[in-house]
């Protein structure tokens, strides 16, 4: 190796049969995809907000397409929006979160044991209250002494904190499996409801 070539640095064939195997990759995922798919896969996985014209680049899409996609989002309620000195960014919406998440629940268990699940969450968040004397883990954060934030007490408001969260994604779940049994949800009503296919447009 001539002496003057940095020391690390991938060789050039390497290098090129990474980049010719990465650009493989695109192409074929472009060539099988609608820009729609793209732009929704994108922002699915986008928690931090950002532009469109980021996303766009992400999506191999353009900054026109990406933003009527995006709108589609946002309206669908996908997407979250925000502004950053006249400049429009988006993110995956906490909703969409909460929905997909509940909807992995579902797979997992069925309504009767997420039912369950419900009862216990709430008779223990009960039991947390009627122990401390307050309504929720914030108002038992600001009763919580500095040495207790490590000790036992800490670890019941961390627990608090996560079956409160848990209890909402069962409660969401029930509610989608509530709804897909009343077909409000897979467009099987047959009354004059116009219930029909929820999923986005692709």
């Known amino acids: 190796m001539p002496e003057d070539e940095p020391r690390g640095r991938p060789q050039e064939s390497g290098g090129a049969d990474t980049r010719d195997v ?27 907000a950002e532009s469109a014209d980021e996303l766009a680049d992400r999506a191999r899409v353009s900054p026109t397409t990406a933003r009527k996609h995006l709108r589609t989002l946002t309206d669908a309620g996908e997407v979250t929006t925000t502004e950053d000195g006249g400049t429009t960014l988006y993110r995956r919406s906490e909703t969409a979160i909460v929905t ?8 997992e268990r069925s309504p009767e044991a997420i039912s369950t699940g419900i009862a216990e969450m709430k008779a ?15 108002e038992f954060a600001r009763e919580l002494a500095v040495a207790d934030a490590d000790g036992e007490h800490g670890s019941v408001l961390t627990e608090w904190q996560t079956t409160r969260r848990n209890l909402a994604l ?5 509610a989608i499996a509530d709804a897909q049994r009343d077909g409000h949800l897979t467009g099987t009503d047959d009354g004059d409801g116009g219930h029909g296919d929820s999923s986005l447009p692709v």
Do not use: C, K, M
């Open 170 to 174: 069962a409660q969401a779940a029930l």
């Open 22 to 48: 990465n650009e493989a990759v695109e192409a074929e995922w472009v060539d099988e995809t609608t820009p729609f798919e793209r732009v929704y896969e994108v922002v699915r996985r986008t928690y931090e």
């Open 100 to 107: 997909e998440h509940a909807q992995t629940l579902l797979q």
């Open 124 to 138: 223990t968040i009960r039991g947390w209250r009627e122990e401390y004397g307050v309504d929720s883990p914030e």
